[in-house]
């Protein structure tokens, strides 16, 4: 692609229709959410089972991250952004007939279990296709500098967090209309955001793709402390976050029971219990995912080129980790809000960052395989987190997850400190030169 059309296609930058493409993704991703426990419960799945029904989309992406990343290096980021969205699209449309679709293949008398494995596969499918989400962050190095990769990378993030914070909202109220119009909405969404990048994405130049095999290129990672270091801070503020998400819902209901609709405190909350406190969990979260997103689509253009990104994996980890304590050792819920406004500020400045020194450290012809090995980290640390906090919060209570989470993120922090003296001046020679 020319300079001309970097700057400008159709009137816009190929960065606004990166981030409606990546938004209207994920806000189908997010609508499906408030409908895993109520599909699960009516298709006789266990609790045990609702874990890995959610933890089955993040394993897809785990695995399969790094396969779009190189195809896209190979082939184009094109076709895998749009193909990746019109597979997804089927998915949706799997799980939301997913009592049709269990009847077609095992007879009009198919047994709710049948129908809990047509979710499954439809989940898995979703991770699958979803995993191209790295595909985008290989666009947006293809078409910044250096200097500018942070803010574009940003916009992907704030992406990500607005589609995946509106979608559950949206989705819960689609589904007083009809069991199927969440998964529906999902579907057409995900059509409309691969019939907008089909015509309106420009394909970036081509670089040629490297021929390397994953296994070359997590050597790679592992012998390169700049590519090495980055993916370590990236696992840790994933897992710190994703821990605390799964844990919130019934953090709230123990300790501050009446901001979560219920008048006593519920150490062993019901399936019907978080249900019911899901709703007023889902409201604070939006106000984290909003901030962030603020962070990450616009202040994060103006932070970076100022104090340059190996500090910001400093403060990012340790705003992080601030939040995470003050929740963990609020007396009372308004501390609990004043952590959930400064964890955001942490996790917005850590996330476009960590992207940002991973594209300008990964060799050029590479940078879908890597960010998609990234990608793929994130998605272990997805599943990590919840395990390691649903263990701290059996064994140690219910603020236990959040201050475990937070001696992560000071673990993150000192290896952000380690990262900022060891590689900052190299960073700032490959930008002069």
Known sequence: MSNAAQRDVGGRSPLLFIFLTVF?????????????????????????????????????????????????????????????????????LAFGYSDEVARFLFGPEAAPRQILYVLFASRMLAGFFGANISTANAYIADVTTPENRTKGLGLVGAAFGLGFTLGPALGGELARYSIHAPGLAAAGLSLA????????????????????????????????????????????????????ESMFILFGLAN???????????EQATMAQKMAAAPYAGRYLFVVGIISAIIQGGLIR?????????????????????????????????????????????????????????????????????????????????????????LVFSLQGS?????VSALVLALGTFVGLWYHRTHAASFAARAQA
């Open 24 to 92: 209207i993704d994920l806000l189908g991703f997010g609508i499906v959410i408030p409908l895993l426990p109520i599909y699960s419960t009516a298709y006789e799945a266990s609790e045990t089972e609702l874990g890995v029904l959610f933890a089955c989309f993040s394993g897809m992406q785990f695995l399969f991250a790094p396969m779009w990343g190189r195809l896209s290096d190979r082939i184009g980021r094109k076709p895998v952004l749009v193909g990746g969205l019109i597979g997804t699209a089927l998915a949706y």
């Open 302 to 390: 103006r932070i970076a080129p100022r104090f340059g990104e190996t500090r910001l994996v400093v403060a990012g980890p340790a705003l992080l980790g601030l939040g995470l304590a003050i929740v963990g050792l609020a007396p009372s819920f308004a501390w609990v809000i004043v952590g959930c406004v400064v964890m955001p500020f942490g996790f917005g400045l850590s996330n476009p960052s960590v992207s940002s020194l991973l594209s300008r450290a990964a060799p050029a012809d590479e940078q879908g395989a890597f960010l998609g090995m990234q990608q793929s980290v994130a998605s272990l640390a997805r599943m990590v987190g919840p395990l390691l906090a649903g």
């Open 193 to 244: 955001a691969a019939l907008f990048g089909w015509l309106k994405l420009p394909e970036p130049a081509r670089r040629g793709g490297s021929r390397a095999y994953g296994g070359e290129q997590l050597r790679h990672a592992l012998s390169d402390s700049r590519i090495g270091g980055v993916l370590l801070l990236s696992f840790l503020f994933v897992t710190a976050f994703a821990g605390f």
């Open 256 to 266: 501050f029971p009446s901001y979560f609709g219920m008048e006593t405190a519920i």
């Open 399 to 403: 603020r236990a997850p959040f201050l």
